[in-house]
């Protein structure tokens, strides 16, 4: 093992999107090992601030769904895959003529920026983006479509993400990647973008092979890396599609599932 990497909600962080002492001390004795240890989230770099402390991390992080690579103390990016604007406008066309009353923000600018459709921040929560909605403002759709994007979010009022999902999978179309996080609205990335890729670039920058990566999840967007990854783990709670990707799975993110893996495969 040289490299853990742990997505973040639903994973490392309990109920309380905490990091468990159990948790910290299994990280730093990782650290200490000389285990590199990255957080591979759905979060853009704002959400990651929030917790970096209590979780040591200080250099490379993949946010995004794996859009792009980021070093959190250094400021720096290895790397940013963008949606172009066409490819947005075109999925944005096609999915609001089959789902009224969907609304779209855009995350860009090495994820510091987050644009949001007039509207978007009246549903919106702390906790969806890490971002207070009263800071969100409002602006027309096409301005949300109008730059590229390192992710374009999508939801509805009423509609459950996961039929918004099935829709969008529906529509057949291409030139971009859609997944959940289990946050309230659906994820598109760049066309290949998932959290394996990201982390098999920043794996190959840092002369890591796969087989020498263990990697936790509990979502969709996990599932990609969970199979990559020499040694997927997968939380109790996960659904099964991200159970069966994982070489085995630990108990859940309450019970410090990641901690008691990382602790076993230290050893004494």
């Given at each position: 093992?040289?490299?853990?990497?742990?997505?973040?909600?639903?994973?490392?962080?309990?109920?309380?999107?905490?990091?468990?002492?159990?948790?910290r001390?299994?990280?730093?004795?990782?650290?200490?090992?000389?285990?590199?240890?990255?957080?591979?989230?759905a979060?853009q770099?704002?959400?990651?601030?929030?917790?970096?402390?209590?979780?040591?991390?200080d250099?490379?992080?993949l946010?995004?769904?794996g859009?792009?690579?980021t070093?959190?103390?250094?400021?720096?990016?290895?790397?940013?895959?963008?949606?172009?604007?066409?490819?947005?406008?075109?999925?944005?066309?096609?999915?609001?003529?089959s789902?009224?009353?969907?609304?779209?923000?855009?995350?860009?600018?090495?994820?510091?920026?987050?644009?949001?459709?007039?509207?978007?921040a009246?549903?919106?929560q702390?906790?969806?983006?890490?971002?207070?909605?009263?800071t969100?403002?409002?602006?027309?759709?096409?301005?949300?479509?109008?730059?590229p994007?390192?992710k374009?979010?999508?939801?509805?009022?009423e509609?459950?993400?996961?039929?918004?999902?099935?829709?969008?999978?529906?529509?057949?179309?291409?030139?971009?990647?859609?997944?959940?996080?289990?946050?309230?609205?659906?994820?598109v990335?760049?066309?290949g973008?998932?959290?394996?890729?990201?982390?098999?670039?920043?794996?190959?920058?840092?002369?890591?092979?796969?087989?020498?990566?263990?990697a936790f999840g509990?979502?969709?967007?996990?599932v990609?890396?969970?199979?990559?990854?020499?040694?997927g783990?997968?939380m109790?709670?996960?659904e099964?599609?991200?159970?069966?990707?994982?070489?085995?799975?630990?108990?859940?993110?309450?019970?410090?599932?990641?901690?008691?893996?990382?602790?076993?495969l230290?050893?004494?």
């Amino acid at each position: 093992m040289r490299l853990i990497a742990t997505d973040l909600d639903g994973t490392l962080l309990d109920s309380s999107s905490a990091v468990s002492p159990r948790t910290r001390a299994a990280l730093d004795a990782a650290r200490d090992a000389g285990v590199a240890v990255v957080p591979v989230t759905a979060r853009q770099p704002i959400g990651l601030r929030v917790i970096a402390a209590d979780a040591g991390f200080d250099g490379w992080a993949l946010c995004g769904n794996g859009a792009y690579a980021t070093h959190l103390t250094e400021g720096r990016m290895l790397f940013a895959e963008e949606l172009p604007p066409a490819t947005l406008r075109t999925l944005a066309d096609a999915l609001r003529a089959s789902v009224p009353g969907l609304l779209f923000a855009s995350v860009r600018e090495g994820g510091e920026t987050f644009v949001a459709q007039h509207g978007y921040a009246a549903i919106a929560q702390l906790s969806d983006h890490k971002r207070d909605p009263a800071t969100m403002g409002g602006v027309p759709l096409d301005e949300v479509l109008a730059a590229p994007t390192l992710k374009l979010v999508i939801r509805h009022p009423e509609l459950a993400p996961a039929a918004l999902f099935e829709t969008l999978r529906s529509l057949e179309l291409t030139g971009f990647e859609a997944t959940l996080s289990g946050a309230p609205f659906v994820e598109v990335m760049a066309q290949g973008v998932t959290k394996a890729t990201g982390l098999a670039r920043l794996c190959t920058h840092l002369g890591i092979d796969r087989s020498d990566v263990v990697a936790f999840g509990d979502a969709l967007n996990d599932v990609e890396m969970l199979r990559w990854a020499g040694h997927g783990v997968a939380m109790a709670h996960a659904e099964p599609v991200v159970q069966e990707a994982a070489h085995e799975t630990t108990a859940t993110n309450d019970d410090d599932g990641v901690a008691r893996v990382i602790e076993r495969l230290l050893g004494p």
